[in-house]
T-cell receptor, first 115, second 109 residues
Framework: DTGVSQDPRHKITKRGQNVTFRCDPI?????LYWYRQTLGQGPEFLTY????????KSRLLSDRFSAERPKGSFSTLEIQRTEQGDSAMYLC?????????????FGPGTRLLVL | QKEVEQNSGPLSVPEGAIASLNCTYS??????FFWYRQYSGKSPELIMF????GDKEDGRFTAQLNKASQYVSLLIRDSQPSDSATYLC?????????FGPGTRLSVLP
């Protein structure tokens, strides 16, 4: 257990529905990342936050995806009008940027299945 | 050319042997390099990272970096069945971590 939690752990939804995932990072960590991972591939970057500011969003991310991190604590990732291609593991990672660099710690992930 | 490439697996080694995992990257701006282990159905967990050319040892793990060749490797000495997992290489340039597809390692008892 890295101290990063995600909820829910599993989500099954029908195509066209909206889903929202939550990530609670390690409390003192100031950066929070979202990734998507499909079978046989490495995690694919989606977006990241420095405190409450969303600093970068992948060009691969469609407008159906949105993420927030109010107050710089937990974060939510929402997918609107889900498609079957959205089925994947959604991973959250948090990190603390310090003088010695940055290392990420991953949460357990939320596995999404779109029917 | 893919941004990060790793030796295709699965890689099988006998218990007690040295497992060698390789990674090449295309972004010459990459400054730090991370190795993660991922068990099936689980999330990645950090093994170690390296910033400078040369070798860095941590227990049974040794990371090797050659920035001129854009190459980083991970050696696992005295491999154990519990080391069987997918190993992900993640160079970092700027603010992003770019993950490779992973190499699946199987350590045979």
């Amino acid at each position: 257990d890295t101290g990063v939690s995600q909820d829910p752990r599993h989500k099954i939804t029908k195509r066209g529905q909206n889903v929202t995932f939550r990530c609670d990072p390690i409390s003192e960590h100031n950066r929070l990342y979202w990734y998507r991972q499909t079978l046989g591939q490495g995690p694919e970057f989606l977006t990241y936050f420095q405190n409450e500011a969303q600093l970068e969003k992948s060009r691969l991310l469609s407008d159906r995806f949105s993420a927030e991190r109010p107050k710089g604590s937990f974060s939510t990732l929402e997918i609107q009008r889900t498609e079957q291609g959205d089925s994947a593991m959604y991973l959250c990672a948090s990190s603390l940027v310090s003088g010695v660099g940055e290392t990420q710690y991953f949460g357990p992930g939320t596995r999404l299945l779109v029917l | 050319q893919k941004e990060v490439e790793q030796n295709s697996g699965p890689l099988s080694v006998p218990e007690g042997a040295i497992a060698s995992l390789n990674c090449t990257y295309s972004d010459r701006g990459s400054q730090s390099f991370f190795w993660y282990r991922q068990y099936s159905g689980k999330s990645p967990e950090l093994i170690m990272f390296i910033y400078s050319n040369g070798d860095k040892e941590d227990g049974r793990f040794t990371a090797q970096l050659n920035k001129a060749s854009q190459y980083v490797s991970l050696l696992i000495r005295d491999s154990q069945p519990s080391d069987s997992a997918t190993y992900l290489c993640a160079p970092r340039a700027g603010q992003n971590f770019v993950f490779g597809p992973g190499t699946r390692l199987s350590v045979l008892p």
